[in-house]
Structure formats: structure tokens, C-alpha cells
């Protein structure tokens, strides 16, 4: 979660839901997590977007992040990387 909150815009929300090591974020309304999910994978990062787990139209700026691999400078880098791109988009 330090990662996000350091390389993150200030308006990302993160929550924690139980049962799992995932994180479910809410990007700023002007990120399609769709097209967050193709510029990411351009750096080898993977997210997920939050419309896959929905049947309604909403959490279309929302995506999941897993975080059950070890803290290294490649997780660091990698939401670095994303956060860059999720600025860019807003």
C-alpha cells in the first residue's frame, strides 16, 4: 500500500477487501482501466480492471492489484511505472 500511496495520484482509493492479497483501487473518474490495463502490460505489469468482476456498468476506473509476491525493487518499480502511466491518463 506505501507503494501506491507514494507513486499513486492523491486521489487514488485503496481498500483492502477480506480473504485474499489483492487491493482494490478507485482511479480518478478520467482513467478507463481497459485502456490503463494495455498501456501496463507495454511494461510487463498486469492488473486487472474492476468492470471483469461486475455484472453493472460501473467500476470502469477501478482495477485490482495482487500483492502476494515478496516486496523487491521490480514490485517497486513496477507500480512506479504505473502510477506514471495513471498520471498521464489524467
Known sequence: M???IEHFPGDTKISRP???FVLWLELN???NAFKLRTEA???H???VPGKIFTASCGYSNHI???FGKPW???VNY???MLGKIIKKMT
Do not use: P, W, Y
Open 41 to 43: 502490460i507495454k511494461h
Open 2 to 4: 506505501q507503494g501506491i
Open 45 to 47: 505489469i498486469s492488473v
Open 72 to 74: 523487491n525493487e521490480d
Open 78 to 80: 513496477g507500480l512506479m
Open 18 to 20: 477480506q480473504g485474499g
Open 64 to 66: 485490482r492489484i495482487s
Open 29 to 31: 473518474k478520467k482513467v
